[in-house]
């Protein structure tokens, strides 16, 4: 697994981890829309075993002080490593199936703690689903 | 035949097993064999919560997938059999018999590996129970996603197709 901040200085609020280079493309997007991507912490999980998953998010979870984790798929490897990893630690939150509207709105809503943001963030995420025509 | 899919992956339930695998094949039943996932109440709801409310997934141990495996060749439904290591699959097929063709889908580095594929890492002795799963008559191929050319087990153990 490899990782890196979302560019520039402040203090990550979460880490973002999913298949393939998804968590690097969805904070790029953040970082073009809004230049925030440095609340964020990039995990990929490729070539990686199940039990480096979790150590590597364990140890960017100890590093940067982050509260939330935000993964793409429920079956992902990511988010059975998570699930562990907020068993321990209920203080965590942990949101799957992350898209960019809920990143955007987590990274805006810095009154709320983390944690709420990512709450919050969830149902805004879920609200940017749309269909449009027949 | 119920079960299309029989499966080495230390990931267990992820991704590839669910969508990759899951919806060409119209999976509608995981065989999830592992002593240790099928001991623990907590493993078996961590796992289940992954797979979407179409699919049901058993949770038995080596010993339970061998004697239940005919039962399970006679669900209607299409199945796929999972372990997360070489050598429980090395038992099951020592104790059915009836399996004819075993996917390797992923099998990650760890101390001990070395690499023969981006996605297969072995140990000589995983090395050793693999050639001895084809000399009983068991087709080994690995192919981590169905797009994917499913590369003979000589070729993996040469390492050529890294």
Redesign the interface.
């Given at each position: 697994m490899s990782e890196k901040s979302g560019g520039g200085p402040g203090n990550p609020r979460a880490i973002v981890v999913g298949?393939g280079e998804f968590a690097g493309g969805l904070v790029s997007a953040v970082g073009q829309i809004c230049g925030m991507a440095d609340r964020l912490v990039v995990l990929t999980m490729m070539?990686?075993?199940?039990?480096?998953i979790e150590a590597t998010i364990r140890d960017q979870l100890a590093r940067t002080g982050a509260r939330v984790i935000f993964t793409d798929?429920?079956?992902?490897?990511a988010?059975?490593a998570a699930?562990?990893i907020v068993?321990d630690d209920p203080g965590l939150v942990l949101v799957s199936g992350v898209n960019l509207a809920t990143l955007l709105d987590f990274v805006f809503n810095t009154e709320l703690s983390p944690t709420d943001a990512a709450r919050a963030a969830a149902e805004r995420g879920k609200a940017s689903l749309i269909v449009v025509g027949r | 035949m119920a079960i299309h899919l029989y499966r080495i992956d230390?990931?267990?339930?992820?991704?590839q097993?669910?969508?990759g695998w899951g919806q060409p094949l119209n999976i509608r039943l995981i065989i999830l064999v592992d002593d240790l996932v099928a001991s623990s109440d907590?493993e078996k709801e961590?796992?289940r919560?992954?797979?979407p409310p179409d699919m049901e997934v058993r949770f038995v141990d080596v010993a339970a997938a061998i004697r239940d495996h005919a039962r399970y060749e006679l669900d209607p439904r299409p199945g796929l059999l999972l372990t997360g290591d070489i050598a429980s699959m090395h038992r099951l097929v020592a104790g059915v018999k009836a399996i004819g063709s075993v996917n390797l889908g992923g099998i990650?580095?760890?101390a001990g590996r070395s690499e023969k594929l981006?996605?297969i890492y072995l140990t000589p002795e995983e090395e050793r129970e693999l050639k001895e799963l084809e000399a009983a008559g068991v087709e080994v191929t690995a192919q981590d996603v169905p797009s994917a050319r499913a590369i003979p087990l000589p070729e993996v153990l040469e390492g050529a197709a890294r």
């Open positions: 298949h070539g990686m075993t199940p039990e480096d798929l429920p079956a992902g490897s988010t059975i699930r562990r068993k | 230390d990931r267990l339930i992820h991704g097993v669910v969508v907590w961590l796992y919560m992954a797979v990650h580095h760890r981006r996605y």
